[in-house]
């Protein structure tokens, strides 16, 4: 679904090396999330943000950040990459207009590689 | 931790047949959903199923949910090879900012030709 996209879609990068991961939806959602999908463990969140002025911490935000630029744009960092972090991020967004539990609507992924 | 405990991790049926899908939760929920992903794909939402409901259909898709046992199932009629993905429940919960899900670990079906 191209109104969720992620770049780049896979990415290999060495320790200790910063990187981003960048998200724009197309959608008009306020709502953004970011998960890390590991094999076995499913989705777990880092952070999400409900608006541009917030930004709230997730299950497992320990060692990322993040950057809510404009509605559509919700940017993931790195700040000193480890293997651990080796793992498919997704960015999602919902829609508060219907109703505070709804449906998320995900992007491709990123395939991310720590060596 | 996770929320939702899926049952089982793996599922492999013949083209036809019908496909059942076990999660549980620990909490309470405002409401379950379950989402499929294509391997290496990002997750579609299927369907949801709200506390005060207790049977949902969507096509072939039939969702039931017991809040008394935390418990829901997915079945999948008349199977498809196309269906083969992961299946994945996801509770929310009531917090204060709202909007949050908890996956669980996944189903992985294979649907054979």
């Known amino acids: 679904d191209a109104d969720v996209t992620q770049t780049p879609r896979n990415r290999i990068t060495k320790t200790g090396k910063r990187i981003m991961l960048e998200c724009s939806q197309t959608k008009g959602h306020d709502r953004m999330y970011w998960y890390r999908q590991d094999p076995g463990l499913g989705l777990r969140l880092i952070y999400y943000?409900?608006?541009?002025?917030?930004?709230n911490k997730g299950e497992i935000s320990d060692g990322y950040s993040v950057s809510r630029q404009a509605q559509a744009k919700f940017s993931l960092s790195l700040e000193s990459a480890i293997p651990n972090q080796t793992a498919l991020y997704f960015c999602?967004?919902?829609?508060?207009?219907?109703?505070?539990?709804?449906?998320?609507?995900f992007g491709p992924g990123t395939r991310l590689t720590v060596l | 931790s996770q929320q939702g405990e899926e049952d089982p991790q793996a599922l492999s049926i013949q083209e036809g047949e019908n496909a059942t899908m076990n999660c549980s939760y620990k909490t309470s929920i405002n409401n379950l959903q379950w989402y499929r992903q294509n391997s290496g794909r990002g997750l579609v939402h299927l369907i949801l199923i709200r506390s005060n409901e207790r049977e949902k259909h969507s096509g072939r898709l039939r969702v039931t949910l017991d809040t008394s046992k935390k418990s829901s199932s997915l079945l999948i009629t008349a199977s498809r090879a196309a269906d083969t993905a992961s299946y994945f429940c996801?509770?929310?919960?009531?917090?204060?900012?709202?909007?949050?899900?908890?996956f669980g670990q996944g189903t992985e079906l294979s649907v054979k030709p």
């Open positions: 943000s409900f608006d541009v002025k917030d930004i």
């Open positions: 996801a509770t929310a919960r009531f917090y204060n900012q709202g909007g949050k899900l908890i």
């Open positions: 999602a967004t919902s829609d508060p207009r219907t109703g505070a539990y709804n449906e998320q609507f």
